[in-house]
């Protein structure tokens, strides 16, 4: 695992986003697990409050959303009269997109299209005033080559939106699994995403230096080692995203960071304790609004991350 180059991850990513398992995306923000249903909601909330934010009187903004998925957010975008343009690697979730923004607001000006976000896009130079990518970035093989694309189609003080599932989040930590993981991905740097199995952490994290030649023996693939362990068709190598290398990335890439956020701050993904996370999560956004411990706002289980080209 994590062998991938730019074209064989390519390969694999539009393998799997052009299944017929993603149509599951034209559900997630209604009728699916409900801590996922919170959590993106949480996260299109706070993106849409931002846009709200930079709208100006009389004027029709360019946005182009990275990574539309089934268009949930960009219907929303619509509807706020924005110009939406989007471009996502699956053919089977513009369609259902296409079909959910045309329906949902019949009048609004959206133009979905698909491609590779990490490639070059055929839009002219400072065209965009707002860029936004939300839960995408993970899948790129080179995450520069993408906001080095954003860099260029945005205009100069344009807004770069960028949204992602956080990997040190307080959910990632409350269990010994989960907790080992968010240990190992901290100490060891690892760049890609680990399953939350025995197996995974010792075998392909930087440990695998030590005990990669055990993977085939019958006890690293009991299910004790397998737990958590997901059995993927397609082998995609999925970054691993926190806060300090989404700054670092934006940074480089001639962006200035003008606010971070956190967003839905559950304690548990386990569904019995959904009441005590909506009220958890009320109560420690309060204390992270104040801004007294600023690390608390990463801790949230989703980053949302404002940043401006450069002029």
């Known amino acids: 695992m994590f062998g ?43 993106i849409l409050r931002l846009v709200e934010n930079l709208k100006k009187e009389g004027q029709t903004l360019k946005v182009l959303e990275l990574g539309y998925g089934g268009g949930q957010t960009a219907l929303e975008l619509g509807k706020k009269e924005l110009d939406v343009y989007g471009l ?11 079909k959910r923004c045309q329906e949902g607001y019949p009048e609004g000006q959206f133009l979905l299209e698909v491609g590779s976000i990490e490639e070059n896009y055929r ?10 990518v939300s839960g995408a970035l993970q899948y790129l093989f080179d995450i520069s080559k993408c906001m080095n694309e954003v860099s260029r189609v945005l205009k100069p003080g344009g807004s770069f939106i960028v949204a992602q599932r956080n990997h040190y989040s307080l959910s990632n930590m409350t269990s010994i699994r989960n907790i080992l993981r968010t240990f190992i991905h901290f100490i060891f740097q690892e760049e890609h ?5 025995y197996k995974s952490m010792l075998v392909e994290s930087r440990l695998g230096k030590l005990f990669k030649k055990f993977e085939n023996k019958d006890f690293m693939n009991s299910s004790f080692m397998l737990k958590g362990h997901d059995k993927w068709k397609y082998k995609i190598d999925k970054k691993k995203i926190t806060s300090p290398i989404l700054t670092k990335l934006l940074k480089v890439n001639k962006f200035s960071v003008v606010e971070k956020l956190g ?15 909506i009220k958890f999560d009320l109560f420690f956004r309060k204390i992270a609004d104040l801004k007294f411990i600023p690390i608390l706002k990463y801790l949230g289980r989703s980053i949302v991350i404002i940043a401006e080209k450069k002029i």
Not at 193 to 197: A, F, Y
Not at 263 to 272: A, D, M, T, V
């Open 193 to 197: 995403e680990l399953h939350p199995s």
């Open 4 to 46: 991938n180059d730019l074209v064989k991850q390519k390969k694999e990513v539009s393998g799997w986003w052009n299944t017929d398992a993603i149509k599951k995306w034209d559900i997630m923000y209604d009728d699916y697990s409900i801590h996922d249903i919170e959590y993106l909601r949480n996260r299109q909330n706070i």
């Open 88 to 98: 996502d690697i699956s053919q089977k979730l513009c369609d259902l997109a296409t």
């Open 263 to 277: 967003s839905y701050y559950c304690f548990s993904e386990n569904s019995k304790l959904y009441n005590f996370n």
């Open 123 to 132: 839009y002219d130079d400072n065209y965009f005033d707002i860029v936004i």
